[in-house]
T-cell receptor, first 115, second 115 residues
């Protein structure tokens, strides 16, 4: 069966510090991968998605970047965090036939607090 | 562009009460529609879906009907339980203009069911 892991689960970082959140998927090949941010009162916002190694699509201009160095690994990064980067970050994957199923499978999330 | 509007929460109900969470959408073409649920401290998981007009999605006693004429996909349950307490997200997938890989989510509605 497929599983998705993301870490760390909780992170408290000072403003201006770097960020690295990691997500890995097991039990499947060539998944589509996604990073979403969930901010209080603002719902779920798609940040990045990737349909293959090295292929990253950015949905919103911001202080964050994403990389996909391996087929089942997706990393969210920042060189200098801002207060506004605080939130709950969710990694998700979908199978290649997402066009037919439309289902995303989510990790348990990483809560980032920037102080 | 695509957008999803959900009723503002929070919604507080007593056990065995009837639940309705309203969801309307804006999209070009023929989107697929979804309800996801997020239990406390967890990531999101698919609750139900409908891929064309007049389809009814159902799962765990929840139902939603795809109404193209009113661009709506309201979530209903006849008798809620304490274990239904969660955040509910309405979402759409629109294959039009390169949006095929993405889900657009509403802001979420927090449901609390009291015994």
């Amino acid at each position: 069966s497929q599983t998705i892991h993301q870490w760390p689960a909780t992170l408290v970082q000072p403003v201006g510090s770097p960020l690295s959140l990691e997500c890995t998927v097991e039990g499947t090949s060539n998944p589509n991968l996604y990073w979403y941010r969930q901010a209080a009162g603002r719902g779920l916002q798609l940040l990045f998605y990737s349909v293959g190694i090295g292929q990253i699509s950015s949905e919103v201009p911001q202080n964050l970047s994403a990389s996909r160095p391996q087929d089942r690994q997706f990393i969210l990064s920042s060189k200098k965090l801002l207060l506004s980067d605080s939130g709950f970050y969710l990694c998700a994957w979908s199978p290649r036939d997402f066009q037919n199923t439309g289902e995303l499978f989510f990790g348990e999330g990483s809560r980032l607090t920037v102080l | 562009g695509n957008s999803v509007t959900q009723m503002e929460g929070p919604v507080t109900l007593s056990e065995e009460a009837f639940l309705t969470i309203n969801c309307t959408y804006t999209a070009t073409g023929y989107p697929s529609l979804f309800w996801y649920v997020q239990y406390p401290g967890e990531g999101l998981q698919l609750l139900l879906k409908a891929t064309k007009a007049d389809d009814k999605g159902s799962n765990k006693g929840f139902e939603a009907t795809y109404r193209k004429e009113t661009t709506s996909f309201h979530l209903e349950k006849g008798s809620v339980q304490v274990s239904d307490s969660a955040v509910y997200f309405c979402a759409l997938r629109n294959p039009y203009r390169g949006s095929n890989y993405k889900l657009t989510f509403g802001k979420g509605t927090l449901l609390t069911v009291n015994p």
